[in-house]
């Protein structure tokens, strides 16, 4: 299954942003939404950034990731 998880763009260089979810930082690029800027958040999905989301979607959607992780250690 692939899907996009929301992160937080913490800084920018060109059209290449540093992300963080849940703790860990990495690299995505923001060519298809050029009009993202640090403190926004974004979904991210195979290095890219994909839609900019609200902080309460976004924080919304990370709980649900969070809740469905407990059901695979099962």
């Not at 060109?14 to 974004?42: C, F, H, W």
């Amino acid at each position: 299954m692939c899907l996009a998880v929301p992160a937080q763009i913490i800084k920018l260089q060109d059209m290449l942003a540093t992300i963080e979810i849940n703790g860990v930082t990495r690299q995505a690029s923001i060519m298809l939404v050029p009009e993202a800027k640090v403190g926004d958040y974004v979904l991210v999905h195979a290095g890219f950034a994909i839609q900019l989301v609200d902080q309460e979607e976004a924080e919304r959607t990370m709980e649900l990731l969070k809740e469905l992780a407990q059901y695979e250690d099962q």
